[in-house]
């Protein structure tokens, strides 16, 4: 349940605009590189009642803003129902690319073939951004392979990188690609064979908060860096209030990942490329801003944005819609030619993605996502992370390898029909294409048992 905020350009102080979805009947598509592939974003078109942004998270709430705490209470009451206006429209949000209805878009994905066989039960661990979307991955491999399924643990992307070099999961889950020297670390392994990183989902970034008194509130790049480096602690710092018509005198009390996480590190690349030199503090899975409350996993943070007053975090989408949180505007470069912040949603999102480029070789899928951050056009959100199942090419055994096929293609294939009502971006047809040639080339060294049947002489 949520309520993401509406936009926050001038308005009659009377009025506020919280949580609706609506979209846009174009298609954004994802050209990449040789040979071509698209990932796409759109949805069926759908009126507002409020003046409309194509793609925003807009919900109207006629309670009067106001900084008295007695007044934002009723603020508050209204969120739950917001949240529920968002949600039953979420199956339209980052649809792939069609003229079609929504649902017939994904029929590509929904009659996607499944091979299953080989181990019962595999073993993964990793990113906690990927862990809503991996519930529904589960469901779709269990129910096309019965009596098989996949033990997960969300314990983020640092660990379930380590554990898969370590050999003790079958593959990993993680928001960023294998480095230059885990390469290595993954071709001894998987017994000399090359890993693949094999993005299965985008999931937009959102800045939550919790403020009583704020339904609305629009950020910039160098306002976040300095309020997650610890250099801007007030809610009513000039930076603040110079982005927003008024913000309460209370402290920020900023919350972040406190495990080795890609969200992190996605959010830490996003701030040190857009903040003007603001942020300063590095990157890494690690989060550096020195400041703030830590807590282990997206649903973690989110949760305690929840229930903490005055603060601020980074969260994976689908945990901001599963908490009932309500997420910053953000304005870019862009902003300063169409004066609007962009809010998340399937437009913006999807203007987002069209950056992203291949550029892993062969069966490695690595996405170049650094353009991402300072969008060069209006209305195009900049903090959106791939996430990646981190795989061997070829597996010792048959059965390890047959079953992270079958997974595989059940995450890629009828998996993806649901994602979009969590908040995910499925995949295109022409990048699901991509990405279902290199589970096809997964091997093993270990090759299948035939059985023999003794020719019958009749005697």
Known sequence: MTAIAGDSYPRPATRHWAARLTTS????????????VNVCSRGKPRQP???????????????????????????????????????AVAALVFSACSTEDPHDSLAYAAGAKVDCGGKKTLVASGSTAQSNAMTKFIAAFSKACSGQ????????????????????????????????DQYAAAKKRCGGADAWNLPVVFGPLAITYNLNSVDSLVLDAPTIAKIFNGTITRWDDPALTSLN??????????????????????????????????????????FTGGTGQGAAGNNATAALVKSTEGSISYNELS??????????EIKTPASRRSLRPVRIGTDTVGKTITGAKIIGRGNDLVLDISSFYNPAQPDVYPIVLATYEIVCSRYPTFDVASAVKGFLEAATGPGQVELAKSGYIPLSPDFQARVVNAIDAIDSVEKPKTTTTEPNNGG
């Open 25 to 36: 009947s174009s298609p954004v598509c994802l050209p990449v590189n040789s040979p071509a």
């Open 49 to 87: 009642s409020s003046p409309p942004t194509p793609g925003a998270i807009a919900v109207r709430n006629k309670a009067k803003r106001t900084h008295h705490r007695q007044e934002a209470s009723n603020v508050k009451r209204i969120r739950p129902s917001a949240a529920a206006g968002l949600l």
């Open 149 to 180: 399924t996949l033990n997960y643990t969300a314990n983020g992307s640092g660990a379930g990188v380590s554990e898969f070099l370590a050999g003790k999961t079958d593959f990993g889950g993680s928001d960023i690609p294998l480095t230059g």
């Open 245 to 286: 018509a008024s913000m309460p005198a209370e402290e920020i009390r900023v919350i972040y990942r406190s495990d080795a996480s890609g969200t992190t590190d996605n959010f830490q690349s996003y701030l040190q490329a857009a903040s003007g030199g603001a942020w300063g503090k590095g990157l890494g899975k690690t």
């Open 319 to 328: 945990f901001a819609l599963q908490q009932g949180l309500y997420a910053a």
